[in-house]
């Protein structure tokens, strides 16, 4: 009689405390206390190990809704056979997500189809599993967004919701050019994530060099390319498409020639970009 109480007890104070999964679980915890002799220490492990659990799912689970991601691929559905040229060992090392605890930003550079988005969104994956709060946007519906925000007067609120998530990332730059305001507003977005050492991924159909044509000025790229750089990892994928290879298989290209093929595309490279020494 004393135990039922003191159970119906315990379950009202972890009711009152929030801890709904842990209440449920306490008679079938009680019962494997006694089938298997736990401790009290481990019993209360096993207990609040379950509330743990349930609570971390429930976070992933808004964060993936939050994150707005077109999709949900993993790293380990990537076809690295593919792109042979992709170094295997530094996607394992990212998947760490030690670059978000060092504030580093992982770029990701190649043509269309060699799945720049596939990596960027399973990196991201990654992080909202391990607790990070993420935001996905393309740069063709970030500018869709800054100019609706302009028009209601809500720029600084745009600019808070980017620079806030642990995680930001920019899929598809380089596809049109941005104009002046639109490219100035790019910039105080990667320069307040710089400022607060908060890391970006970024995929991008255009080399380094090449940024010019996203950007109004010659100045504006230096400036941004400076922040955005300084702290950085890029990743260059000179790959097949995955698109055009599906359709070389079906008969609807042709064939590529080797030779042209060697003579064509550069190898792949992963190009680590060492932190500055602040000054």
Not at 145 to 153: F, G, I, L, N, S
Not at 200 to 228: F, V, Y
Not at 251 to 264: A, Q, W, Y
Request: glycine share 8%.
């Amino acid at each position: 009689m004393q135990a039922s109480l003191a159970c119906e007890a315990a379950r009202s104070k972890l009711e009152h405390l929030g801890l709904l999964v842990a209440r449920d679980a306490l008679d079938n915890v009680l019962e494997i206390v006694r089938l298997e002799d736990l401790s009290v220490a481990e019993a209360l492990d096993r207990l609040l190990g379950m509330e743990a659990h349930a609570r971390h799912e429930r976070t992933v689970e808004t964060n993936m809704k939050f994150a707005g991601l077109p999709y949900r691929r993993t790293l380990e559905e990537y076809d690295f056979g593919a792109q042979p040229g992709l170094d295997r060992e530094v996607m394992d090392r990212l998947s760490t997500m030690r670059f978000m605890a060092e504030g580093v930003n992982v770029i990701f550079l190649g043509p269309p189809g060699v799945g720049k988005t596939h990596l960027a969104v399973g990196l991201t994956l990654k992080a909202i599993e391990a607790g990070h709060k993420a935001y996905f946007t393309t740069m063709s519906d970030l500018v869709r967004k800054y100019h609706e925000a302009a028009r209601q007067d809500r720029l600084g609120r745009l600019l808070g919701i980017l620079a806030r998530p642990a995680l930001l990332v920019l899929d598809e730059i380089g596809y049109t050019q941005l104009e002046r305001p639109e490219g100035s507003f790019l910039f105080d977005v990667i320069a307040v994530r710089y400022q607060r050492q908060k890391p970006l991924i970024l995929t991008s159909n255009k080399s380094w060099g090449r940024w010019g044509e996203i950007l109004p000025d010659s100045i504006m790229t230096a400036a941004l390319l400076d922040r955005l750089l300084h702290r950085s990892i890029t990743v260059n994928i000179q790959g097949e498409s995955y698109r055009l290879r599906e359709h070389r298989k079906l008969g609807l290209i042709p064939e590529l020639d080797p030779e042209s093929e060697g003579r064509n595309t550069e190898k792949n490279s992963v190009t680590p970009k060492p932190a500055k020494p602040s000054r």
